[in-house]
T-cell receptor, first 113, second 115 residues
Framework: GDSVTQMEGPVTLSEEAFLTINCTYTATGYPSLFWYVQYPGEGLQLLLKATKADDKGSNKGFEATYRKETTSFHLEKGSVQVSDSAVYFCALSGSSNTGKLIFGQGTTLQVKP | EAGVAQSPRYKIIEKRQSVAFWCNPISGHATLYWYQQILGQGPKLLIQFQNNGVVDDSQLPKDRFSAERLKGVDSTLKIQPAKLEDSAVYLC?????????????FGPGTRLLVL
C-alpha cells in the first residue's frame, strides 16, 4: 500500500541555518504530495503542495519539489527562524483518489536563537 | 471564513467508559474526515464522509468506534467502550471536494486520555 517515510527528528538548528527534511514515498500511479506543519498547541496547517511530477510547491520561504524518479518530496528553507520551530509532516494523497491522506511520522524542528 | 471547529478540546475518561467528539467543518465543504493521531506518529484516517455518505471506513475499529454525519454538515465520532490504546488526538478535517488534489483543512483536535 501507499506509504510515506520521513527523516527522524528532532532536528536542531541555529537561526539562519539551512533546513532540509527528507521525505520519500511509495505509491502507485501519480499521487499528490503535501507538507503540513503543526505549531505548538495548534492544529495541522497546509504548508505547501505539489500535484504532479516536477512541480515545486512553495510558501513562507519553504520549498519542495516533486521528484518522481527518486520518489521524493524533500522540504527546504534557506534560512530558518525561531518561529519555524514546529512538527512537519509529509503526506500523500494517492491511489484511492478519495483524498485520503497518508502521513509520515513527523519531524520535529527546533530552531535556537 | 471560520475554520473547522471541534469540541471538546480535552477529555479524560476511564477505560470502558464512552466518549463523543463533535466536528463542524468549514461552511460548504462536502467532504469530512476523522483522523487519529497517536503520540509520536502521523495522523491515520479513521473515516471519510462525502456529504452524509461514508466513502472510506476501512480503518475504523467498528466494534467500538462509530461516526455519523446526519445532515451532511457537522459530525460526531463516538468510542464505546474506550480502551487505553485509544489515547490520542482526534482530528477532524474538511475539504470542498473529494480527490487527490484537494486541500484538507484541519481543526485544532480533541486530545483524549484514557486511564
Amino acid at each position: 500500500g501507499d506509504s510515506v517515510t520521513q527523516m527522524e527528528g528532532p532536528v536542531t538548528l541555529s537561526e539562519e541555518a539551512f533546513l532540509t527534511i527528507n521525505c520519500t514515498y511509495t505509491a502507485t500511479g501519480y499521487p499528490s504530495l503535501f507538507w503540513y506543519v503543526q505549531y505548538p498547541g495548534e492544529g495541522l496547517q497546509l504548508l505547501l503542495k505539489a500535484t504532479k511530477a516536477d512541480d515545486k510547491g512553495s510558501n513562507k520561504g519553504f520549498e519542495a519539489t516533486y521528484r518522481k524518479e527518486t520518489t521524493s518530496f524533500h522540504l527546504e528553507k534557506g534560512s530558518v527562524q525561531v518561529s519555524d520551530s514546529a512538527v512537519y509532516f509529509c503526506a500523500l494523497s494517492g491511489s484511492s483518489n478519495t483524498g485520503k491522506l497518508i502521513f509520515g511520522q513527523g519531524t520535529t524542528l527546533q530552531v535556537k536563537p | 471564513e471560520a475554520g473547522v471547529a471541534q469540541s471538546p478540546r480535552y477529555k479524560i475518561i476511564e477505560k470502558r467508559q464512552s466518549v463523543a467528539f463533535w466536528c463542524n467543518p468549514i461552511s460548504g465543504h462536502a467532504t469530512l474526515y476523522w483522523y487519529q493521531q497517536i503520540l509520536g506518529q502521523g495522523p491515520k484516517l479513521l473515516i471519510q464522509f462525502q456529504n452524509n455518505g461514508v466513502v472510506d471506513d476501512s480503518q475504523l475499529p467498528k466494534d467500538r468506534f462509530s461516526a455519523e454525519r446526519l445532515k451532511g454538515v457537522d459530525s460526531t465520532l463516538k468510542i464505546q467502550p474506550a480502551k487505553l490504546e485509544d489515547s490520542a488526538v482526534y482530528l477532524c478535517a474538511s475539504s470542498s471536494g473529494q480527490g487527490a488534489r484537494e486541500t484538507q483543512y484541519f481543526g485544532p483536535g480533541t486530545r483524549l486520555l484514557v486511564l
